[in-house]
């Protein structure tokens, strides 16, 4: 079989599939925001509802972490980049929420595309929170947070009966400033944690967890661009994570996991 006639066969497949499912998806009203997720990077990792709203938009105001394949399925929209990306150039948050009211009251169908999940480190309450007090009419589409499904394509599961009864979701850019977190609170809980935004701290989140009480030879890795051709996986102990991730280049956006999860990756990694 051809490759073009295997593809054919295959968007028929996906046709058939969906047909079967009945999906129907809500319309996106003039003078609306939709506040939506797109997952860890991966197209395939789009729920059906923001490829809805993505097709039916005519404004998209979207972050540095999404990819340009998901951009450019908004055939019909105004782009407007917001950057958000660590250490490159960015909108401010004040401007972005002041474009998304904007857009809204110029009768515009509006969809705010975030990378993970809009309520997951993204700041999507703090918009959801402006455009309320605007009176603008807003949803929120939920994403794959990239914390979870990060895990899940390395082969790291998120929980795993008697390893873990819990899971930590924390961010790491304050790491080493008043507006910290309770790293050696977080470590005395024994349970993983998923570090967001962490990477340009990595050395101080890995030896404030140690000074809290877990041992170096805690298993930890660092995810960068998890699901994509770019993905790279590093896996170390907490005492030699922040080290080997240098070593290897990693830079962000990353994901920065500590737990006895990450042992499992190599339990796993004979599944063909």
């Known amino acids: 079989m051809s490759g073009s006639t295997k593809n054919k066969g295959d968007n ?10 009945n999906f129907q998806p809500r319309p996106l009203e ?39 394949d998901v951009v450019a399925v908004a055939a019909n929209a105004e782009l407007f980049f917001a950057g958000k990306r660590g250490g490159k150039p960015s ?3 004040d401007d972005i929420t002041a474009l998304l009211v904007r857009l809204a009251r110029e009768g ?8 993970g999940d809009p309520y997951i480190f993204g700041r999507g309450g703090e918009e959801a929170l402006a455009l ?3 009176n603008i009419p807003f949803r929120v589409l939920p994403g794959l947070t990239s914390g979870l499904s990060a895990l899940a394509a390395t082969g790291i599961p998120a929980t795993m009966r008697g390893i873990n009864k819990a899971v930590i ?13 309770d790293w050696a609170a977080i470590a005395r809980t024994g349970q993983p944690v998923v570090v967001y935004m962490g990477m340009a701290n990595l050395p101080l989140i890995a030896g404030a967890l140690l000074d809290g009480g877990l041992v170096p030879s805690t298993p930890a890795a660092v995810i960068v661009a998890a699901t994509t051709p770019q993905e790279r996986t590093v896996v170390a102990t907490l005492a030699t994570i922040a080290e080997a991730a240098a070593a290897a280049g990693l830079a962000s956006p990353a994901l920065i996991v500590v737990g006895g999860i990450v042992a499992m990756r190599a339990a796993l990694a004979g599944n063909p």
């Open 108 to 115: 515009r169908r509006v969809v705010r595309l975030k990378g």
């Open 91 to 93: 909108m401010k948050q």
């Open 169 to 181: 979701l924390a961010t790491g850019h304050a790491a080493g400033t008043d507006d910290d977190i």
């Open 30 to 68: 003039p003078g609306h925001v939709w506040l939506a997720g797109a997952g860890p990077g991966d197209p395939g990792c789009l729920t059906l509802e923001v490829l809805a709203a993505l097709a039916e938009a005519d404004a998209l105001v979207y972050d540095a972490l999404v990819s340009s």
């Open 132 to 134: 309320a007090r605007e």
């Open 12 to 21: 028929a497949t996906l046709e058939q599939a969906l047909s079967r499912l």
